[in-house]
């Protein structure tokens, strides 16, 4: 896949895919940009330098090596800073705008997601990843499903960006959770000619297809994690 590239009001969001199957974000306005996550530095660059941005920060999301390998290389040549603000609901101006970090444990038992209200979008890192979500590696099914439960309460309207290209697997995986599905094998045909309209949803749309944010209660997620664990 390459680099896919998303308007909202005057601000632009490029998708950079790097390493095997991971995505990096670059929030864009007047030629300033903020990066979220950086599992890989080269792909950074050249993006940066194709589209003429200043990189101003970078926002992590949680310090699996595939999220931030690239911070020490970004941080050294351009001279900026990473940061994973405030544990708890935490807003802040940047790129003339607000940035709202939204504490979402589970995956591991430090994570964040960064929602950007006034453009509608949400990174959402290996909390909520599209069709799906991160496996629990240091966090509780309680928090993991409350930190869902948080996102669900987001407008459906919201475009999620998730850390990961796993659309295929997941779709695979929601089918057999519920076979016939129309919604879910619609995204998984739509995959294979325009695989960037198939990931990157509105929450409506994962709401739809994503068996995750469709279960009630802690002991339905636990349930359905530990079945798409041996999938
Ligand atoms: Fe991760």
């Known amino acids: 896949m390459k680099t896919t590239r998303f308007q909202f009001n005057e601000y632009e969001v490029l998708a950079v895919p790097v390493?095997?199957?991971n995505f990096v974000y670059l929030v864009c306005h007047?030629?300033?940009a903020v990066l979220i996550d950086a599992g890989e530095a080269q792909p950074v660059f050249e993006a940066l330098e194709e589209n003429d941005l200043r990189l101003q920060r970078i926002l992590v999301t949680h310090t699996h090596h595939d999220h931030i390998d690239g911070c020490?290389?970004?941080m050294d040549r351009l001279g900026v800073q990473a940061m994973s603000p405030g544990v708890e609901g935490h807003e802040?101006?940047?790129l003339g705008t607000v940035c709202r970090s939204i504490s979402t444990p589970g995956h591991m038992a430090v994570h964040?997601?960064?929602?950007?209200?006034?453009l509608g979008v949400l990174f959402a890192g290996d909390t909520l990843i599209n069709g799906a979500c991160?496996?629990?590696?240091g966090g509780t099914a309680e928090q993991f499903f409350t930190s869902l439960l948080k996102i669900r309460a987001l407008p459906d309207d919201t475009c999620i960006f998730g850390g990961h290209d796993y659309l295929v697997a997941s779709m695979e995986f929601a089918l057999g959770v519920e076979p016939g599905n129309a919604d879910?094998?619609?995204?998984?045909?739509?995959y294979r000619s325009d695989p960037a309209a198939a990931i990157f949803a509105t929450l409506g749309?994962?709401?739809k297809t994503n068996p995750f944010l469709r279960v009630d209660t802690v002991e339905e997620f636990t349930a359905l994690r530990k079945q798409k664990d041996s999938f």
């Open 30 to 32: 007047a030629g300033d």
């Open 19 to 21: 390493l095997r199957d």
């Open 184 to 190: 879910m094998q619609a995204r998984l045909e739509l």
């Open 92 to 94: 802040f101006s940047i």
């Open 112 to 118: 964040k997601v960064y929602h950007f209200p006034a």
């Open 72 to 74: 020490r290389d970004i």
């Open 205 to 207: 749309e994962e709401k």
């Open 134 to 137: 991160g496996h629990l590696r």
